[in-house]
DNA sequence: AAGATAGTGGGGTAGAGTGGGGAGTAGTGG
DNA sequence: CCACTACTCCCCACTCTACCCCACTATCTT
């Protein structure tokens, strides 16, 4: 289970390190794709799949559909961590999440987010003002 | 059963001394998470499951679940005790509940609560005297 | 009163994070 | 077809943090 908040820095190359304790999580393959709001994802190549499949099945007949599988799919790319565990992360992908140098690595279960830390900072901010509402309504 | 309060204090290094009535309570493995109302939450790793099952269930395609689940596995850590039964609490948990250098825990059944000392007294204080009231709301 | 155990503090070391250099490869132009 | 360039991948080196171990004090128990 990935768990926990990292700040790291992106080094002239894009490179980054990944976070010691997501590694093994990780095994060795990863993949990076378009995230939600406004972010990068990245899956331990193994699990890529399922979630693959759930956008995979949403019917291409509908345009909404079709936006999504584009969003996820063009933008996915199999990245492989050298031996430093540190992962390239193409320009195109970084322009996209509006990442510069001072990133954010957080752990969400099955996957990885890659923030721009003062974009993290505010959305997490966004948070934390209605976690306890939408707990209350969780509760029963 | 995690029953009663006790007051610890941070060392320089964020460690926290776990008190020794809780040790055998948490087995080897605790995860702490950002909770509610302000405080830290302490589980045992087995208890851990169910609430991060109830979590994951969320549907990420909505926007709401994803802030949700977000909130809280970035926010949870696995922290190992070390030999004298203490746990290094992350800087960003610390300044997410507020606490300083001085700490209560409390035993709250299935997990730990980890306050700053001062905010604990006041809502201990506020409980208090509103404590038939909410019981009388809770009854059926 | 003495010993044991809990709580607190500090120092050393392995490893994580970051930066830079060099070789190999693909792509482009002459 | 060859040569040059540019980019990528891999390796080496340094710094700093975090973890682990040891030591001390206070309190509770026998």
């Given at each position: 289970?990935?768990?926990?908040?990292?700040?790291?820095t992106?080094d002239?190359?894009?490179?980054?390190?990944?976070?010691?304790?997501f590694r093994?999580?990780?095994?060795?393959?990863?993949?990076?794709?378009?995230g939600?709001?406004?972010?990068?994802?990245?899956?331990?190549a193994?699990?890529?799949?399922?979630?693959?499949?759930r956008?995979?099945?949403?019917d291409?007949?509908?345009?909404?559909?079709?936006?999504?599988?584009?969003?996820f799919?063009?933008?996915?790319?199999r990245?492989?961590l050298?031996?430093?565990?540190r992962?390239?992360?193409?320009?195109?992908?970084?322009?996209?999440?509006?990442i510069?140098?001072?990133?954010?690595v957080?752990?969400?279960y099955?996957?990885?987010?890659i923030?721009?830390?003062?974009?993290?900072?505010?959305?997490?901010?966004?948070?934390?003002?209605?976690?306890?509402?939408?707990?209350?309504?969780?509760?029963?």
């Amino acid at each position: 289970m990935l768990l926990g908040e990292h700040d790291h820095t992106l080094d002239d190359k894009n490179r980054l390190t990944l976070p010691a304790k997501f590694r093994e999580g990780l095994g060795d393959g990863v993949v990076v794709t378009r995230g939600m709001d406004g972010c990068l994802y990245a899956y331990a190549a193994e699990h890529w799949h399922g979630t693959a499949e759930r956008i995979r099945a949403l019917d291409p007949l509908s345009r909404e559909s079709r936006m999504m599988q584009r969003h996820f799919f063009s933008g996915a790319v199999r990245a492989d961590l050298d031996k430093q565990g540190r992962m390239v992360l193409p320009a195109s992908l970084l322009e996209s999440a509006d990442i510069r140098r001072e990133v954010t690595v957080a752990g969400v279960y099955d996957h990885l987010e890659i923030w721009d830390r003062a974009k993290w900072r505010v959305h997490l901010h966004e948070v934390e003002g209605s976690a306890e509402d939408v707990a209350e309504r969780l509760a029963n």
